[in-house]
């Protein structure tokens, strides 16, 4: 199946710090961009942090300063420096991956099955 694999959640005690990698399960012909969203219980999925194969890179505001978002091309894996976590971190953080699976077929959206993210006071 070609889906991103995500790891490196758990939980962590607030201003303590988590490090998430996400790698696509098999090799595809481009990518575009890496990135990472999250879901909270009950609110929308919203985009955390993305790199495009330029490495340029955009957070949302809440996260700026905190979280570092990297990738390495020649391994394909796209690495979440979360620091200073707070308690309103605490989600399932989703990989997504931007790209295309063989050359010349349209770009699409790959996202994985998610990874816990738990922040305690």
């Known amino acids: 199946q070609v889906q991103p694999v995500e790891s490196g959640g758990g939980l962590v005690q607030a201003g303590g710090s988590l490090r998430l990698s996400c790698a696509m399960s098999v090799n595809i012909f481009s990518i575009t961009a890496m990135g990472w969203y999250r879901q909270a219980p009950g609110k929308q999925r919203e985009l955390v942090a993305q790199i495009t194969s330029g490495g340029v890179t955009n957070y949302t505001g809440s996260v700026k300063g905190r979280f570092t978002i990297s990738r390495d091309n020649a391994k394909g894996t796209v690495y979440l420096q979360m620091n200073s976590l707070k308690t309103e971190d605490t989600a399932v953080y989703y990989c997504?991956?931007?790209?295309?699976?063989?050359?010349?077929?349209?770009?699409?959206?790959?996202w994985g099955q998610g990874t816990q993210v738990t922040v305690s006071s």
């Open positions: 997504n991956v931007r790209g295309r699976r063989t050359y010349g077929r349209a770009v699409e959206d790959y």
